[in-house]
């Protein structure tokens, strides 16, 4: 599809892919609510733009369009929103004028691949119904399973009540403190911790209906990796550590809201996860599943043995802080070799000497920002997206004007990366931001660092809402359908 090159140049160096993507003619757009998943991997691929719902620069990032406001909208998924901007007249004019290329999104369905195809654009991902089919937890677990991958002891099957669930647990052996999944959907919203009958009654009416995933309870750490699955072999990012349930920055118990990624301790489990990834991505190639994937994994803390979690078969959350690893301490974004799965191009390099050079970097992680509290308010002062500084006192202050994250030079800084802003109404479990800093937000026994908690404050402290009581206030979405934004 690149005009610019001969399409079966077989590329044999990292020197050879750098100059393959600066001189790329073919347009690649990234798809989404905000710029954040894939923000800064333009700095490294010509003709690399962003169309986006959220204005999260205010007009000023030179390659992020997003469409004039037309109304109020219902949103209840990425997906929603990714549909209404490949419908909205100024987005399809802008992708014509484009021409032919390919589109990155974190999520999509059947409906966005009809509209990719309408506007002559290729999506560079696996097709929504593989995607799906390897979303559910229940798969997940039997691929592992094919790939000789461990799950923390489980068992599968139905359960329409607590006798049923703890006949389960029994045959399998996995006690009565149990931790049961449904197959779709993000952890914190979708995992149920089941001690006892009243823990069964209080999500009896959705777990009833659903294939389970029941599995017995483990001291764990949880973390993440993202991979690329490539016809050579899988590349695996750095380990990052979840952060997870924190009242100060979600409202989901359980629920994702940041990660770790630094070096020091852990070497056998990182070995392990890196492999276990691997392994993964070679079994999810040959079942046809090409490209980026996150996986998540638990790390029994008694036992220090690894598990499989499950597998997120798209762009995920963890991708900027992957991207950040790669590109700048390993010289190659993890992006790139996605790219090179979906484009018309031959390459082959020696994978493992790609993945050494990823092994060391300095310590990295990221907030995202969701409303604690519980009412409807309409903002009114919204801090902007840029690099912010904090004095000894707490309190912030914006140093710099940037498009990214690269520039944050040392802990008292972060970047922050507005999602809402005046005019928009805050809720409940809404995306405010994003905050990128350099060292650790989370200690090793799983506590936010003062420091994180301070940068958490200080973020909220700048913004300025007043209620909303009119008859015509908008309903926050329900915790259990409401899809994140990233």
Known sequence: MDRGRTARTRLKSLSQIYAYFRQNHTPITFLSPTPYNLLGLGRWINKFEYINFFDSFDGTHPKITVPREHGPHDFRSIEDVNNYLLRHKEVRAALQQRGPGYLLLVMFDEETEALAR???????????????????????TKLGNAAGISSAPNT??????????????????????????????????????????????????????????????????????????????????????????????????????????????FESERKAVTKMAQKL??????????????????????????????????????????????????????????????MDVEWELDLSKIQQRWAEFDNWSQLILKYPVDRVEMITKAPPSGIWRMDAKGEISLVRKSIDWFLVSGEDEAFYLRVYTAGDYRYHGADMGILVSRGRFQT?????????????EAIHRQFEAIPVSSPSQPVAPPLHTANKMF
Request: net charge positive; aromatic share 10%.
């Open 281 to 342: 991505g070679d079994q999810l190639y040959k079942e046809g599943y090409k490209g980026a994937f996150c996986m998540d994994f638990l790390i029994d803390t008694d036992t220090r043995k690894v598990y499989l979690g499950e597998i997120n078969p798209r762009v995920s959350g963890a991708s900027p802080m992957t991207n950040l690893i790669t590109s700048t301490y390993g010289g190659c974004p993890i992006y790139m070799f996605h790219l090179l799965e979906f």
């Open 118 to 140: 309408e506007l002559g654009q290729k999506i560079a991902l696996p097709p929504a119904r593989l995607r799906k089919h390897f979303d559910s937890k229940i798969t997940t």
């Open 156 to 265: 599968m099957g139905r359960a329409r009540s607590y006798a049923e669930l703890t006949k389960l647990a029994s045959t399998a052996r996995l006690g009565s403190d149990l931790v049961v999944q449904t197959p779709y959907g993000d952890s914190g919203r979708t995992t149920f911790f089941i001690r006892s009958e009243a823990d069964w009654k209080k999500h009896e009416d959705l777990l009833a209906k659903e294939e389970l995933k029941v599995m017995r309870r483990i001291n764990h750490l949880p973390g993440t990796v993202e991979a690329v699955a490539t016809r050579h072999g899988t590349l695996v990012g750095p380990l990052q550590t979840d952060i997870t349930g924190f009242a100060e920055v979600t409202p989901y118990k359980g629920g994702w809201c940041g990660n770790d990624v630094f070096t020091g301790g």
């Open 444 to 456: 090793d026994d799983r506590k936010l660092t003062p420091r994180a908690l301070a940068w958490v």
